[in-house]
T-cell receptor, first 115, second 110 residues
Framework: ELKVEQNPLFLSMQEGKNYTIYCNYS?????LYWYRQDPGKSLESLFV?????AVKQEGRLMASLDTKARLSTLHITAAVHDLSATYFC???????????????FGQGTILTVHP | EAGVTQSPTHLIKTRGQQATLRCSPI?????VYWYQQALGLGLQFLLW???????NRGNFPPRFSGRQFPNYSSELNVNALELEDSALYLC?????????FGPGTRLTVL
């Protein structure tokens, strides 16, 4: 069964600081997604990573994927309060098997950015 | 372009009742996915429909069921509601690799 683990689960940052959220997964996949969720709201798609070595950047967030290590990172640069939210990574296994087509989510990382 | 829509926004039921949740995908999307986000359990995959067929389901009992209509909208039915079914139910649609999520239905079972 596919397992997706994020760390840290809780992250309290000061504005202006940098930090990285890690996402490890347990099976072969070259499709990894990052989502943001604000309290009581739905999921907002941040990044779709579809190949080994993929790197995507949007504003202060940058995501990368290493399929050999089964690891994705979400790097936050110079954090601002507006980035406070819960961040999820999610993985779809490669074709075949009973897991195909379904996103398996990590536990989520609750990010709080303090002034 | 309209996003994924879900109804109702909130639903309050008592134990043993049935709940029906509805989802309309983005126009042109043929796949619909259902997820449950329960407190303490994270986001869990429930069901995937594509072209009217159930393609995969998660580890949920048979009282969770659904269907997809010819216009690709979908229903999730939960029979014999239990207290632990209280959760945010999210629907997503896709065409290709990216899933777009709707605003969710918050189901409360009393």
């Amino acid at each position: 069964e596919l397992k997706v683990e994020q760390n840290p689960l809780f992250l309290s940052m000061q504005e202006g600081k940098n930090y990285t959220i890690y996402c490890n997964y347990s099976t072969t996949s070259d499709r990894l997604y990052w989502y943001r969720q604000d309290p009581g709201k739905s999921l907002e798609s941040l990044f779709v990573l579809l190949s080994n070595g993929a790197v995507k950047q949007e504003g202060r967030l940058m995501a990368s994927l290493d399929t050999k290590a089964r690891l994705s990172t979400l790097h936050i640069t110079a954090a601002v309060h507006d980035l406070s939210a819960t961040y999820f990574c999610a993985v779809v296994p490669n074709a075949g098997g009973t897991s195909y087509g379904k996103l398996t989510f990590g536990q989520g990382t609750i990010l709080t950015v303090h002034p | 372009e309209a996003g994924v829509t879900q109804s109702p926004t909130h639903l309050i039921k008592t134990r043993g009742q049935q709940a029906t949740l509805r989802c309309s995908p983005i126009s042109g999307h043929t796949s619909v996915y259902w997820y449950q986000q329960a407190l303490g359990l994270g986001l869990q995959f429930l069901l995937w429909y594509d072209e009217g067929e159930e393609r995969n389901r998660g580890n949920f009992p048979p009282r969770f069921s659904g269907r997809q209509f010819p216009n690709y909208s979908s229903e999730l039915n939960v029979n014999a509601l239990e207290l632990e079914d209280s959760a945010l139910y999210l629907c997503a649609s896709s065409q290709g690799d990216k899933q777009f999520f709707g605003p969710g239905t918050r189901l409360t079972v009393l």
